[in-house]
């Protein structure tokens, strides 16, 4: 059975730092590219980053390049994103999906590359 379980969100003033976790089990996490997206409220969902398999290779959407760093531990089966300088805009569901494949690609930000979702975890952004 596959389980995908983000933790970490939660309230903080902007310009303030958290750092969401996304462990996963039952898949192949160390040949799967991972994903991180975003719904705000009365949004479309949206790709935030993306990390290749071995982890050396991202990609981030442009409003969060240089604030937002992806990453991953293959032997614990977790992923990661450092969420930097946040701001109001930032606030959201976050979400933790794995790829078909082990590449992020440049589709990396449509739903449809990832197989795997996670409940996602609320991060809320305070002016």
């Known amino acids: 059975q596959v389980q995908v379980v983000e933790s970490g969100g939660g309230l903080v003033q902007a310009g303030g730092s958290l750092r969401l976790s996304c462990t996963a089990s039952?898949?192949?996490?160390?040949?799967?590219?991972m994903g991180w997206f975003r719904q705000a409220p009365g949004k479309e969902r949206e790709g935030v980053s993306c990390?290749?398999?071995?982890?050396?290779?991202?990609y981030y959407v442009d409003s969060v390049k240089g604030r937002f760093t992806i990453s991953r531990d293959n032997a614990q089966n977790t992923l990661y994103l450092q969420l930097n300088s946040l701001k109001p805009e930032d606030t959201a569901m976050y979400y933790c999906?794995?790829?078909?494949?082990?590449?992020?690609?440049?589709?990396?930000?449509?739903?449809?590359?990832?197989?795997?979702w996670g409940q996602g975890t609320q991060v809320t952004v305070s002016s």
């Open positions: 999906a794995a790829a078909f494949g082990g590449s992020c690609s440049d589709s990396w930000s449509q739903d449809g590359r990832y197989k795997y």
């Open positions: 990390i290749n398999w071995a982890g050396g290779i991202t």
């Open positions: 039952g898949l192949r996490f160390g040949a799967s590219a």
